[in-house]
């Protein structure tokens, strides 16, 4: 048997959507497809504008520009997450400032935010590890008293929620990834999030690389030209007719990855203990999107036997991340706010297990192989 970590879906509509998108001919960005993923986003999560983009790393790239980040600025994020999060600022000269992360989340611990908050420090960027929500109403809090901007990295987090707010809406600026490793995906791309009405004008310039040629199609000004600082950071409709067609599934693709987690959980909340391994706590504020599920190991030999073991019955588990303050990009272009025992320890212990829709008839056989392994 041969499991693979992540098999990518594919919805019902979404070869019709793109052969639409073909026949329509708008291949470019910003056409039919594009706005009805949009207003999807914005229906859907209560933002006020979302715009798609090429990745959940290029809409990071654009809030550091609307935020006004550069040269010298500090921005709080944990050490725990994807290098995007830090590089997004470093690009603009920032230092990203390593916080460590609880350890029943993973989630960066607001407890010891205020702590690395300096007068250079400009704004905060929350992620939502596995689409469990950090704890927003103390990040908001702290963002609001230090005049921070708060920047969600919810990557992992579309169809999540905190307190029954969309992740990536509750910030000033928010981002979503539709990477293939995601929930809901085209491939590559992504959408960010404006909160703030007043970020909306320089975010669309800044969009279509520039200039202001959203207004040109919206038929306000007759010639469309260069006013600000832009990149090309919108997708092709032909990927976002194939993002439609998956946010249209979104529910039933949420639902049942739910029914895969939820299975996991059943198996392992028990026995896992008993051998030294914990499982993922989702605290009541948060509905999660069964993004991920992973194991924490006793200790770092103890999950080396075990993916070994995992991976000759043909189970391909995986882990991440390097921190990111002990990366060489991090030392480099980092620094860390005291010490982050959580976060290398966590780092050294985790393993995620394959969670992808259509692997529901070789779950039995990954939860008795993991059992197993765990008992070695
Ligand atoms: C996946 C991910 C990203 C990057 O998303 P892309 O769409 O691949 O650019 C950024 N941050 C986190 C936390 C992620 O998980």
């Not at 590890?129 to 103390?138: L, T």
């Not at 979503?176 to 909306?200: Q, R, T, V, Y």
């Not at 990009?329 to 982050?340: A, E, H, I, P, Y």
């Not at 992808?356 to 070789?362: A, F, L, P, T, V």
């Amino acid at each position: 048997m041969k499991i693979p970590f992540n098999v990518p879906y594919m919805s019902e509509r979404e070869l019709e959507y793109i052969k639409e998108a073909h026949s329509a001919g708008h291949l470019s960005g910003d056409g039919p497809f594009t706005k009805k993923c949009h207003e999807w986003i914005e229906k859907k999560t209560g933002c006020h504008k979302a715009l798609l983009t090429t990745s959940c790393t290029t809409a990071l790239e654009m809030t550091a520009v609307l935020a006004g980040v550069g040269p010298g600025d500090e921005v709080i994020m944990p050490s725990f997450t994807f290098v995007t999060t830090a590089n997004a600022f470093v690009l603009r000269g920032a230092v990203p400032v390593f916080v460590d992360v609880r350890s029943d989340t993973l989630n960066i611990d607001e407890t010891l935010v205020e702590e690395a908050i300096t007068p250079k420090t400009k704004a905060i960027v929350p992620v939502h590890y596995a689409g469990v929500a950090c704890d927003m109403d103390a990040i908001t809090g702290i963002a609001a008293m230090n005049r921070l901007t708060m920047i969600e990295d919810a990557a992992q987090g579309v169809m999540a929620n905190y307190k029954g707010q969309a992740l990536g809406a509750i910030g000033r600026m928010g981002t979503l990834s539709f990477h293939e490793s995601k929930n809901i995906i085209c491939g590559e791309g992504g959408a960010l999030l404006l909160n703030d009405p007043e970020l909306a004008e320089r975010a669309e310039i800044f969009w279509e690389k520039g200039t202001d040629r959203r207004d040109f199609y919206r038929k306000k000004i007759e010639k469309y030209t260069w006013r600000d600082l832009g990149s090309s950071c919108l997708p092709s409709d032909i990927l976002a007719a194939a993002l439609l067609s998956q946010l249209e599934e979104a529910e039933e693709i949420t639902r049942r990855r739910f029914n895969i987690w939820s299975c996991y959980d059943k198996a392992f909340k028990n026995v896992a203990p008993e051998y030294g391994f914990s499982t993922p706590v989702i605290p009541d504020e948060c509905d999660q999107n069964a993004h991920i599920y992973y194991l924490l190991a006793p200790d770092t030999d103890t999950r080396t036997r075990f993916m070994q073991t995992l991976h000759s019955a043909g189970i391909d588990a995986s882990f991440h991340y390097i921190p990111l303050h002990s990366s060489p990009g991090g030392k480099r272009f980092g620094r860390s706010s005291g010490k982050l025992p959580v976060t290398s320890r966590v780092a050294d212990q985790i393993v995620r297990l394959p969670i992808w829709i259509g692997m529901e008839d070789r779950l039995e056989y990954v939860v008795e192989t993991a059992i197993r392994a765990m008992k070695r």
